[in-house]
């Protein structure tokens, strides 16, 4: 079985600052991990996953993650924020079943 | 490429009726999974198909149906429309099927917003 847990269903930052979005996750297998954005009225867009190829992760927009397996954690990060960064940001774990979903993080960016 | 097409965008239905959502996945993709977003439950998965073979189940009531066809093309269907079955229903393709290969990546499309009332 497999499940994320997101910490804070809402964090604000001001513009510049720098974005950390914590994702922890269980798995009973390797697990591929993913994270996930999506804006208002659109559907998810994927930033970055992680394959086991490497544990620190470049995504699009800037954004990267790291995968700590003694931590069993996945989080989000972004040197300095942005104002359209202001989104959903949803973390999703598989291995051996479907993709299984956070329940998301909201990121407002405050000018 | 064309992302993933899902129509129609928004539907209004009254409770008790039924409704079909289509989904057509990026070219060459045979793998498509739906998903039930609500504020309070958040992303949950409902089913997926591979080469039009039901391959995973969610947890949800057998109102809730899909196929899949040979061009991949999928549709799910809700019958006997329940309030609480207003949400955002999401529609991934992918070129291989989840479980398999970890690997494999969902691309979303942007979603039909249904409202029961």
């Known amino acids: 079985a497999q499940s994320v847990t997101q910490l804070g269903s809402h964090v604000s930052v001001s513009e510049g600052a720098l974005v950390l979005l914590r994702c922890n996750y269980s798995?009973?297998?390797?697990?591929?991990l993913f994270w996930y954005v999506q804006y208002p009225n659109q559907g998810l867009q994927l930033l970055l996953k992680?394959?086991?190829?490497?544990?620190l992760v470049k995504g699009i927009n800037g954004f990267e993650a790291e995968f700590k397996k003694s931590e069993t954690s996945f989080h989000l990060t972004k040197p300095s924020a942005h104002m359209s960064d202001a989104a959903e940001y949803f973390c999703?774990?598989?291995?051996?079943?479907?993709?299984?979903f956070g329940k998301g993080t909201r990121l407002s960016v405050i000018a | 490429k064309a992302g993933v097409t899902q129509t129609p965008r928004y539907l209004i239905k009254t409770r008790g009726q039924q409704v079909t959502l289509s989904c057509s996945p990026i070219?060459?993709?045979?793998?498509v999974s739906w998903y039930q977003q609500t504020p309070g439950q958040g992303l949950q998965f409902l089913f997926e198909y591979f080469s039009e073979t039901q391959r995973n189940k969610g947890n949800f009531p057998g109102r809730f149906s899909g196929r899949q066809f040979s061009n991949s093309r999928s549709e799910m269907n809700v019958s006997t429309l329940e309030l609480g079955d207003s949400a955002l229903y999401l529609c991934a393709s992918s070129l291989g099927a989840s479980g398999e290969s970890g690997q494999e990546t969902q691309y979303f499309g942007p979603g039909t917003r249904l409202l029961v009332l």
């Open positions: 070219s060459g993709h045979r793998s």
């Open positions: 798995s009973s297998v390797p697990p591929y």
């Open positions: 999703a774990v598989t291995g051996n079943t479907p993709l299984v």
């Open positions: 992680y394959t086991s190829a490497a544990t």
